[in-house]
Nanobody, 115 residues
Framework: QVQLVESGGGLAQPGGSLRLSCAASGSIFSIYAVGWYRQGPGKQRELVAGLTRGGRINYADSVKGRFTISGDNGMNMVYLEMNSLKSEDTAVYYC?????????WGQGTQVTVSS
């Protein structure tokens, strides 16, 4: 079992920055990938950025050059640095861990970009 807790969401102005954190506990050794997802109002949940234990990283086209995913080698902390925020980045952001044959989700953290 893996437990995930996101933090760092809040209100930011367009062009501003926020840093999200995802803290994992439990069977951390079994985690081989962590991803940040988001679900905006009336939209489907989408992948924002992903990180594997081996260091492979991928980003959604909409956030390339603005968002940066990082984590420690143990995968117990994964971060999402968000810069140059836009109103369309407004969403609930979720952390997902892939461990063994299961996916684990956090409870989500709200990010609102508005002036």
């Amino acid at each position: 079992q893996v437990q995930l807790v996101e933090s760092g969401g809040g209100l930011a102005q367009p062009g501003g920055s926020l840093r999200l954190s995802c803290a994992a506990s439990g069977s951390i050794f079994s985690i081989y990938a962590v991803g940040w997802y988001r679900q905006g109002p009336g939209k489907q949940r989408e992948l924002v950025a992903g990180l594997t234990r081996g260091g492979r990283i991928n980003y959604a086209d909409s956030v390339k050059g603005r968002f940066t995913i990082s984590g420690d080698n143990g995968m117990n902390m994964v971060y999402l640095e968000m810069n140059s925020l836009k109103s369309e980045d407004t969403a609930v952001y979720y952390c997902k861990a892939e461990a063994g044959f299961q996916n684990y989700w956090g409870q989500g953290t709200q990010v609102t970009v508005s002036s």
